[in-house]
């Protein structure tokens, strides 16, 4: 039987890797931008927000209403500034170096994710065809 | 889907930073440039950037949209006058006023902004391969 949620956590992961690769982005676009203070997304909090799971202790705030402002979609969005490593006389807290780095890394990973959705693929093929395909 | 809006903050990052070249190359073309008067003297020229952010609903802070250029500054740095009473744009007293442009200044700017722009080619290459192995998904 095929499970409902075919490629786990992969899909949700995929999105949080685009989005972190958008803010890197922007980071390095605004590196000679006057007083621009560099953000990131922290990675776990917004995975965890993404597949449902509360911080241990801690309890959700309640919406019960639609229209209220529940707490998960806040924290799950917010994006955190970087502690700046440099002080730099414009204001600007970019380091192109780090930044650069992180948008590696966050390719790297977003093309594990995709090689693991590929291979829940392959797999279902395999199992479909028999090892005939 | 936001990979392609990288495409977007990228190109405005380009942009800025080939306008950046763009007033380095016209304060270096026109650094030995002079004229009569102290007004019509050539000013050193520099853009100013600012970041694009995007407002949307309440406790979504955007990835923001770019980089855009909010206008071009002018030096206001003294201008160097000297005295060449032979020049034919020499006014009564015999001098001509030239431009204020330090050339060592706009070096670096250029270095900068070619690092710069560089950094964002590298960013949008980053991301055709991402889109490109996304489309490849599955085979």
Not at chain 1, 26 to 51: E, H, Y
Not at chain 1, 80 to 90: E, K, L
Not at chain 2, 83 to 100: F, Q, R, T
């Amino acid at each position: 039987m095929i499970p409902d949620n075919l490629f786990g956590i992969h899909t949700k992961a995929l999105d949080v890797w685009q989005r972190r690769s958008e803010v890197l982005a922007n980071n390095l676009a605004n590196t000679d931008t006057p007083d621009f203070k560099a953000r990131d997304v922290d990675f776990a909090k917004v995975l965890a927000a993404a597949s449902g799971s509360t911080d241990a202790g801690r309890l959700a705030l309640d919406a019960p209403a639609p229209g209220q402002i529940g707490s998960a979609n806040q924290t799950a969005n917010a994006l955190a500034y970087r502690v700046p490593t440099q002080p730099s006389m414009d204001g600007n807290t970019v380091d192109e170096q780090v930044e650069q780095a992180a948008f590696a890394a966050n390719g790297v990973h977003y093309q594990a994710s995709l090689s693991f959705i590929t291979a829940q693929i392959r797999m279902l093929r395999t199992a479909i065809t028999g090892g005939q395909g | 889907m936001s990979l392609f809006s990288i495409f977007n903050v990228a190109g405005s990052g380009m942009a800025a930073q080939s306008l950046r070249l763009n007033t380095v190359a016209s304060n270096l073309a026109n650094a030995d440039s002079v004229a009569s008067t102290p007004e019509a003297a050539y000013r050193s020229r520099e853009p100013l950037f600012s970041a694009v952010q995007k407002q949307v609903g309440m406790g979504n802070q955007d990835a923001g949209q770019g980089v855009r250029v909010l206008g071009v500054s002018e030096s206001q740095a003294a201008i160097p006058n000297r005295y060449e009473p032979g020049n034919p744009l020499a006014d009564a007293d015999g001098y001509v006023y030239a431009s204020n442009v330090n050339p060592v200044d706009e070096l670096v700017n250029m270095i900068s902004a070619s690092r710069s722009y560089q950094n964002n080619v590298e960013v949008m290459n980053s991301t055709r391969q991402l889109l490109q192995k996304t489309l490849d998904l599955g085979k």
